[in-house]
């Protein structure tokens, strides 16, 4: 377990039993809370950072789906929608784009842009859009550009920006 600066703060019996936003647990103390900001189950690397380092306001998605296998915007435009990042999570709004000029209504990758900050960001799970009351698709979470969480989350969303 190491904190945002890398320094090692402790050590875990496995990255699978952490997830993004956790804060119970951890088995380690700096002073004042800390919380899961990115699990690296390849290289046995938990992170932790501050509450606040947590936020960000883009979230890139893959394997996304829409309706009916049309975007909203018919043409691959971006478009508007509201977006859960996680279950019971809040309505965020945002404006939904893809992430290349081709992308595919079925498997393709979008960028989600949301006009206030959101969370704790969870790679690999899911993200769904919704019109109101209605669902227009969703994806799976790529990773989010989180400014106080260095590396690995915020080189995935720029990778799939591209």
Do not use: K, N
């Amino acid at each position: 377990i190491v904190d945002e600066a890398g320094r090692e703060l402790g050590r875990h019996d496995g990255a699978v039993g952490y997830t993004v936003g956790q804060r119970t647990g951890l088995g380690v103390a700096v002073g004042e809370p800390r919380y899961v900001a990115r699990v690296d189950p390849a290289g046995g690397l938990i992170q932790l950072a501050r509450r606040e380092d947590l936020e960000t306001r883009t979230v890139a998605l893959e394997d996304v789906s829409f309706l009916g296998d049309v975007p909203p915007a018919g043409d691959g435009s971006p478009f508007r929608a509201e977006v859960r990042i996680r279950h019971r999570s809040p309505l965020a709004p945002a404006t939904v784009r893809p992430a290349t000029a081709d992308e595919p209504a079925r498997g393709g990758r979008w960028v989600v842009e949301t006009d206030a900050p959101v969370w704790a960001v969870a790679p690999g799970q899911a993200a769904v859009l919704y019109d109101g009351e209605t669902c227009l698709g969703g994806g799976r979470i790529a990773g989010a550009v989180t400014p106080g969480v260095p590396e690995a989350q915020s080189s995935q969303v720029m990778a799939a920006a591209r």
